[in-house]
């Protein structure tokens, strides 16, 4: 992950138009694909994820909107969003006492 990278509270995960699926993690991993392995096609938010991309990395306005503008991207280009299953953390448990039989 570079230096400059805005992660997301929550990773987005698209299917591929070839059917894999992958996950983005953030805004630097966004405008990455936007920029070099994006379909042929490219729309109107396409452009704007691109943009609001751009800006996020550069400090301007808050992940959470090229987050929004790139699921919109993906949707536009035929590449629906999968919900990722949910996995809860581990649970840590308090250090057991050591209890000295002595």
């Given amino acids: 992950m570079p230096l400059n990278d805005v992660p997301w509270t929550q990773p987005v995960r698209i299917r591929l138009q070839c059917g894999l699926e992958r996950t983005f993690t953030g805004a630097y991993d966004a405008l990455d694909f936007l920029e070099n392995e994006w379909p042929l096609r490219h729309g109107e938010r396409h452009e ?55």
């Fill in 48 to 102: 704007r994820a691109v943009k609001t991309c751009r800006s996020v990395l550069n400090g301007f306005i808050p992940g959470i909107v090229a987050r929004k503008a790139f699921v919109a991207a993906c949707l536009e280009a035929g590449m629906p969003s999968v919900r990722a299953p949910w996995k809860p953390k581990p649970t840590t448990h308090p250090a057991r006492q050591r209890v000295s039989l002595l």
